[in-house]
């Protein structure tokens, strides 16, 4: 299929839906759709947030992964117990490269495991009595910690270990806050309740802690929400923001700190980059503190400068003559960057399927480089999501929720992208089909690609895959 033609791209999702059961044919035809760029809702196209179909290979990850894996674990002075079997802890521990200043095992703490390390005997008897002994041990070997949060896995759930009076007791003891977090897996359909359980978290037991002796905000504090510096993603979006003259004194999660939490209510605005999973604490924020909320945009420097000028309009003419200082620096950079790099992608198609905010975000950054995403979609994505998607994506373009093994692959040998970017569950398969794949969850192992140093490297990762030779001289193995 060489071209996007809508009732081509209907006929696939028809040739696609197929292979499955009545039941499951039906309940999966509400998750696909062709994209119109005139609709105001995407409510009634497509519908997302519901239960994977038992027996198809979903892509999704739990709650516990939503709470300790994305939200709880970049924060860098606290310690993260992965309360349960090691599995879980092992698993979530350091896989998402959210970068940080500090000394592992010091003041850092994002890429040790703890975890209670659930035996069989502590299904039986409980873990409430090794979960406050593990705290004591801790408060003794890192002793510069500045709080511990609790994550609870799927059997904490199902015996019922009573977590708020361990950290209750244990916080009263050691004096640090103490957070407990019921993010067991089994909870919600995917991580995305994680992310909104650890929000709860948040309000219920880090920002109250300091309402009554929080300093005054100056006039251009701003936190970053929803950065969780993969690769030192948000350290790229911080140049920028202080260059243009505002001062971040919060950044979450990723190198975050729990200080730095607590003292966000006083700011001026709200940065949101990663909208699924914080809309909740800003939000939040918004109702109790009357803090502002918007979000931004630093993937390629289209969106960067639209970013940056709404960024100022908050705020006076200092502000706003800054964002346009910065964009005339980086301009003429940015220019040579796609004078480089855009003769050698231009026209080339692209497919994503990634959580959080990349299948929207990163469009603009593709386009600017003159490159065109024919399909995109989430993994656990909410309606609110795909309403800000079919106003980023082109008419008669493919998109999917929640896209199961045998529609993502079909999808892909139908349309014959020219790059996919994914994560690492389909990395290898499109690798053995033939397919230049970037791992979009981590970068891949590269990084930063937001702001306009980010830029710089992503068009780099894209030119490096898409044009490697390699792929010219392998074959699928079904093909041989």
Known sequence: MSTTNREELQNLIHEVLEVYPEKAKKDRAKHLMVNDKALESAKKCITSNRKSVPGVMTMRGCAYAGSKGVVWGPIKDIIDISHGPIGCGQYARGGRRNYMNGVSGVDSFCDINFSSDFQEKDIVFGGDKKLAKLIDELETLFPLSKGISIQSECPVGLIGDDIEAVSKKKAAEIGKTIVPVRCEGFRGVSQSLGHHIANDAVRDWILPTRDDK???????????????????????????????????????????????????????????????????????????????????????????KESLREIASHFDDKIKEGAERVIAKYTPAMEEIIAKFKPRLEGKKVMLYVGGLRPRHVIGAYEDLGMEVVGTGYEFAHNDDYDRTIKEMGDATLIYDDATGHELEDFVMAMKPDLIGSGIKEKYVFHKMGYPFRQLHSWDYSGPYHGYDGFA??????????????????????KA
């Open 214 to 304: 929080r300093p005054e905000a100056g006039p251009y504090d701003v936190a970053i929400l929803g950065d969780y510096n993969i690769g030192g993603d948000a350290w790229a979006s911080r140049i920028l923001l202080e260059e243009m003259g505002l001062n971040v004194v919060a950044q979450w999660s990723g190198d975050g700190t729990l200080p730095e939490m607590e003292n966000t209510p006083a700011v001026k605005l709200n940065l949101l980059h990663c909208y699924r999973s914080m809309n909740y604490i800003s939000r939040h924020m918004e109702e109790k503190y009357g803090i502002p909320w918007m979000e931004y945009n630093f993937f390629g420097p289209t969106k960067i």
């Open 457 to 478: 490297v992503f068009a780099r990762d894209m030119d490096m895959t898409l044009n490697n030779p390699v792929w010219k001289m392998m074959q699928a193995p079904w």
